[in-house]
Structure formats: structure tokens, C-alpha cells
């Protein structure tokens, strides 16, 4: 793990453009450690020097210790960059812990897709996902989808973020609304501020069918049998749905098995494809099991736990002296 994340700073961090001064050493990281770090030096020197011991303790008294600011968080220095670490395309590290190199842009618009909140600079993704992202879009219309909106991939470098997800970090990760791209073009701000639908009725605790239709499954089932795609996470309400209604498909512990419930994900769904190249840390494979049993009943009982509000407090002493 340490290894990987030396990786990580080496190959996106020492192409930050914002420490100008690093540039010409910019194979050199450390040669742009602060020189705060050597003040100390020239009170040594005055120690060993053979002079009397009132003129030691004032020349030791001199240096005041400097105040030093903590390190950057990795989250703040990977926010920062505005576009790709120019290396050949790479992800390194694993899909909560890592970064990306060589990072291609999802374009705002496509023939079929349009990207959401743009402000986050989050559509960024390995060349292999951006690509079958837009073959996805053009795709999902055999579904009866106009194309697909696509909300965050990654940030340019991946890594951390200062908000929301813990994986999206190497640029295998995307997020797809669960809602079909609208036959216009969305303006930019109606990107920023436009509300994804949930799919869940009023229970929180199965899909609403007016709203999840059968589109929707087909799509969802799309997109977990490409081959390069691992997982496909929705909300348990959703995967339950799906195990009901596609008992009769012969196909489906291939790709069912791959869509897997987690919290949230009932606006949209999120799509993880493998590990491309060495240097990433591949997910154990799925095994096979359409997941329809007892997984998805236990997630469903741990979001009805969820669900009911908290226990009154109990009585303590001074509740009990107030009685
Ligand atoms: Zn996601």
C-alpha cells in the first residue's frame, strides 16, 4: 500500500502546475521541501562553539520554532488539478485508494449522453471507461432511452475528493442517472440544479413501478453484461425488483450476479468496469450467484433498520430525579 501511494504522488503530483517552482526538478519531489526544515542548523554550530555559557543560552534562546502548517490532505491536493497527469493511461492503486494517470474527459455533449454537474470537473475516467461509457449511450436506445446523463466519474488525477464517494478514485467508476437524457440539450445550469428522481415508493423499501419501469431493468441489465464491467451497484430495492422480474431470463447470474446493493444508488446506478492494467488492485470475482437470496434480503432488513427512528433515550439520573 505504501508503494502504491508513492506511486500516486509521483505520478500525478509532481505535475501539479500550481508549485511553478518544481518544474525543472519536477523529477526531483523532495528537492522542493520547505528550507524551514535545515533553522535549526545555526543553533547547533552556536552550542559547539567555545564561548561562555550565558552566550550559549541566549544564541540557543534565538531560534524561535516555527510554526508549521500541517501537510495538504491528499483530498485538497487532488481537487486541485484542472486536468490530467500527461502519462500513458493508468490506474493505480485500488477503487477507494488511488489515483489516475493519463486521464481522458467525457465531453459535456455526445450523440447520446450529456454530462451533469460540471462544475465538479469529475468527468474524467481511463480511456477504457470513456469509451464504453459512450457506447453504453448510443446503446441504451434499443432500451427505449433517448442516451444516457452521466454524473461523476473521476477527477482529473482520480484520487480523494474533498466531497462525496469513497471510490471513484481511479477513474473505473462512473455514476449514471437513473433518469433517460431528455431529447434537449440541458443548459449549464439546469445541469447544476436539475434533481434526479428516486426510484423507491413511499416505503423507501421497493422501487415505485410507475417510476421504475421496465427500461430501466433493461437498462441496468445493459450495463452489467458488458464484459469489462464488474459491478453494477443499486439500491437493494432495486436489485430485489430485478430478481422478480427476470426469473426467466437464462442469462442472468452472469450479469445479475454482478449487480450488487449498497446504500443510496436509487437515483442513480454506478458502474465500475476491472482493473486495466497492472498497477491496480483487482476486485475479487463474483462468483457466479445471482445474489437473490439471502443477500438481498439481509440488505433489505439492514435498510428497514435504518429506517425506524431511534429508541427514545432511556431514563437516566436526572430524567429520573425530574420525575
Ligand atoms: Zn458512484
Known amino acids: 500500500m505504501q508503494r502504491t501511494r508513492a506511486l500516486c504522488l509521483i505520478g ?37 562553539a567555545p564561548v561562555p555559557v550565558e552566550a550559549q543560552r541566549a544564541a540557543v534562546a534565538v531560534p524561535v520554532p516555527e510554526k508549521k502548517n500541517p501537510p495538504p490532505l491528499a483530498k485538497e491536493l487532488f481537487g486541485k488539478p484542472k486536468v490530467a497527469a500527461d502519462l500513458s493511461p493508468r490506474a493505480i492503486g485500488s477503487y477507494a485508494k488511488g489515483c489516475l494517470s493519463g486521464g481522458v474527459h ?7 449522453w450529456q454530462a451533469m454537474r460540471l462544475s465538479r470537473n469529475r468527468a474524467w475516467g481511463h480511456p477504457k471507461l470513456v ?13 427505449g432511452w433517448n442516451g444516457l446523463l452521466v454524473g461523476d466519474i473521476s ?56 417510476v421504475f ?5 433493461a437498462v441496468i441489465k445493459r450495463a452489467a453484461s458488458y464484459l469489462s464491467v464488474e459491478r453494477v451497484f443499486v439500491h437493494p430495492a432495486i436489485k430485489k425488483s430485478l430478481c422478480e422480474t427476470t426469473k426467466d431470463d437464462p442469462n442472468r ?26 498497477g491496480c488492485e483487482p476486485q475479487v470475482p463474483v462468483k457466479g450467484d ?11 432488513k439492514k435498510v428497514e433498520a435504518s429506517l425506524k427512528p ?4 432511556k431514563p437516566g439520573p436526572e430524567m429520573g430525579a425530574a420525575e
Open 12 to 48: 500525478s503530483l509532481c505535475l501539479i502546475p500550481y508549485s511553478a517552482t518544481a518544474e525543472p526538478q519536477a523529477a526531483k519531489p523532495h528537492a522542493t521541501k520547505p528550507a524551514a526544515a535545515a533553522k535549526p542548523a545555526p543553533a547547533k554550530s552556536a552550542i559547539k
Open 106 to 112: 467525457l465531453a459535456d455533449n455526445g450523440p447520446n
Open 131 to 143: 469509451k464504453l461509457l459512450q457506447r453504453f449511450a448510443g446503446e441504451v436506445k434499443q432500451d
Open 155 to 210: 477527477q482529473p488525477r482520480g484520487g480523494p475528493m474533498l466531497t462525496g464517494h469513497a471510490s471513484h478514485q481511479i477513474g473505473l467508476d462512473a455514476d449514471i442517472w437513473l433518469t433517460p437524457m431528455p431529447n434537449r440539450v440541458l443548459t449549464r445550469k439546469e445541469r447544476e440544479e436539475i434533481s434526479a428522481t428516486s426510484m423507491l415508493d413511499n416505503t423507501k423499501l421497493a422501487v415505485n413501478p410507475k
Open 213 to 217: 419501469t421496465a427500461s430501466h431493468a
Open 253 to 278: 447470474a452472469v450479469w445479475l450476479g454482478k449487480v450488487r446493493p449498497i446504500w443510496g444508488h436509487h437515483y442513480h446506478f454506478h458502474i465500475r468496469i476491472g482493473c486495466p492494467n497492472g
Open 290 to 300: 445471482d445474489g437473490c437470496g439471502a443477500e438481498v434480503t439481509g440488505w433489505l
Open 310 to 313: 431511534p429508541p427514545p433515550p
